[in-house]
């Protein structure tokens, strides 16, 4: 899981053109093992230096120096999914934004390197503080369903989820279910290499409103989290 990554950016002809994407940085490729890397810190500054800086971020699995998601920046990363561990500091300003991806709810291999059913970041050493857009993708057909608990940021220190300015995106779910995201728990606990995680930012699948007195008199609402 932790490999070493080099940069590289890929220009568009769109790049001049303020109004559309304007390109998009690929931080990609095997190295040492066991060391980290700044090149996330290094492709965000980079985005945040362009005179047009709407561009997409996307990182191999691995370990990285800590880092801010710039504005009007995406960040993915992964094979879809996968997991990226920081040491230090994750700031997501109020127009970054964070694709996750999933395809399950099992992500409980993330610190040993394990497949994951869902994108997860593990804050190993710092805090974290979500300001921007979180983007949910679902993949091979999954559904989520009532109950159904996703913990997409785990972290050793704290874990702050800005309601000013956070938001959730995900796919319409139907039957009048809507993503909730929270702070929690970390369910992670301390993995060998890394210290406690004690807090965690989770997205939920969780009833509408006006839906949850009808939802428990039909006795359909729970809080079960699958791992």
Do not use: K
């Not at 300003?93 to 709810?105: C, D, K």
């Amino acid at each position: 899981m932790r490999t070493a990554t080099h940069l590289l950016v890929l220009t568009s002809s769109l790049l001049a053109s303020a109004s559309a994407l304007a390109g998009q940085v690929s931080i990609d490729g095997p190295g040492a093992p066991g060391s980290v890397f700044a090149e996330i810190a290094d492709a965000m500054n980079w985005v945040a230096s362009q005179p047009s800086n709407n561009y997409t971020v996307r990182a191999a699995s691995g370990r990285y120096a800590a880092f801010d998601v710039a504005e009007n920046a995406t960040l993915s990363w992964g094979s879809s999914p996968g997991v990226i561990d920081i040491g230090g500091n994750l700031w997501v300003r109020p127009s970054g934004q964070m694709l996750f991806e999933i395809a399950g709810t099992d992500n409980s291999g993330a610190p040993t390197g394990a497949p994951v059913q869902c994108d997860t970041v593990l804050v190993d050493g710092g805090n974290v503080l979500y300001e921007g857009r979180l983007s949910i993708v679902l993949l091979g057909g999954f559904t989520p369903t009532l109950g159904d608990s996703f913990e997409l940021i785990a972290a050793t220190g704290s874990v702050t989820w800005n309601a000013a300015s956070a938001t959730v995106v995900g796919p319409a779910l139907g039957n009048g279910l809507f993503w909730q995201v929270t702070v929690g728990a970390s369910s992670f606990g301390t993995p060998a290499g890394y210290g406690t995680f004690s807090n965690a930012l989770i997205a939920t699948v969780v009833p509408a409103p006006g839906a949850i007195a009808l939802l428990a008199a039909a006795g359909l609402v729970s809080t079960r989290r699958r791992r």
